[in-house]
């Protein structure tokens, strides 16, 4: 990961195949090595400050001799790296029994995320493979520092299983109110699922998840055996589907909250996985980033798609 006003970026090393991956740090101009290597960094999730100074990183405890293999994934935290300082001094952020105000046992695993042009950051609070996942938010100038004013969006009572962030606004998806999922938004300044508005309905589409570009809202739907994607520009009240050209299956690639657009793969039944950028009207256009092979788009071949009710 790299933040993108940086010339610093990061990649995780999980030696052997294992997920216990070692964090290093890179000037990519150089490409020589910044600090030293941060171990039991859990899934490498880096969160990157909007100054690239620094990011949030969830860190497992360190197993002590005589400890029990079953502690391994237990009471892991978040920690802030600041670039250029000795990892032993980087600042507890959140985790089990790091803030009252935030309810973590110890095998959750904790992840918070700063989004470029918030003032606030938001923390996952995953347990296990539980999709459903609480949400704490805090103003982004106090993490890590004493009694961080953590509040809760919602807990996993409230079915919210991803979220997206455009500034003071954050979008949820959740399929508390619709089996097929809607998404709401609620004010992190402010957050409250009872007041929130709904700004993708439900409908006989699946939402399967929304993504926050500096241009738009992204949503992908699936219809049938069919996934789309719609955009919803942050001065409309609704979202259209994105032209694309051709019926099939779409999913998003990349999509930064400071930058316009996003990127999206496109397969069909007769045409192999292809790279598509979206702009910010909307045009879509073929990246070239992935060429298709002599065998990945033929034309001697038909493919039909049929609805059918089954059978109860």
Not at 267 to 285: D, L, P
Request: glycine residues 8%; contains cysteine; proline residues 7%.
């Amino acid at each position: 990961s790299c933040p993108i006003s940086s010339a610093v970026g990061s990649f995780g090393v999980s030696a052997a195949g294992s997920e216990d991956a070692s964090i290093y740090i890179v000037d990519t101009a150089t490409r020589k090595s910044i600090d030293t290597p941060i171990s039991r960094a859990q899934y490498p999730e880096i969160s990157w400050l909007p100054d690239g100074k620094g990011f949030f990183y969830l860190r497992q405890q360190e197993l002590k001799p005589g400890m029990p293999a079953t502690q391994r994934y237990q009471n892991g935290r978040v920690w802030l790296h600041r670039i250029g300082t000795d990892p032993a001094r980087d600042v507890l952020v959140a985790g089990p029994g790091v803030s009252p105000r935030m309810d973590v046992s110890t095998a959750d695993f904790v992840f918070v995320r700063a989004t470029p042009g918030s003032p606030h950051a938001v923390a996952t609070v995953v347990a296990g493979v539980q999709r459903e996942v609480a949400l704490y938010t805090a103003p982004l100038a106090t993490v890590g520092k004493p009694d961080t004013p953590w509040v809760r969006i919602c807990d996993r009572a409230d079915k919210v299983t991803a979220f997206a962030v455009a500034g003071d606004d954050i979008y949820l998806r959740t399929y508390r109110d619709s089996p097929r999922f809607s998404i709401v938004r609620t004010k992190l300044s402010a957050p409250s699922l009872a007041t929130a508005n709904t700004v993708v309905p439900a409908s006989h589409q699946v939402v399967l998840g929304a993504y926050a570009a500096k241009d738009a809202l992204y949503v992908q739907v699936r219809d049938g055996t069919l996934t789309r994607l719609q955009r919803r520009p942050w001065n409309a009240t609704s979202a259209a589907d994105v032209k694309l050209p051709l019926d099939g299956a779409t999913r998003l690639v990349s999509v930064r909250a400071d930058l316009d657009g996003a990127l999206f793969s496109l397969a069909g039944w007769q045409r192999a996985r292809e790279i598509y950028a979206v702009n910010a009207r909307g045009a879509v256009a073929n990246t070239g980033l992935q060429p298709l092979g002599p065998f990945d788009a033929p034309t001697d071949l038909v493919a039909t798609e049929v609805i059918v009710k089954s059978h109860d």
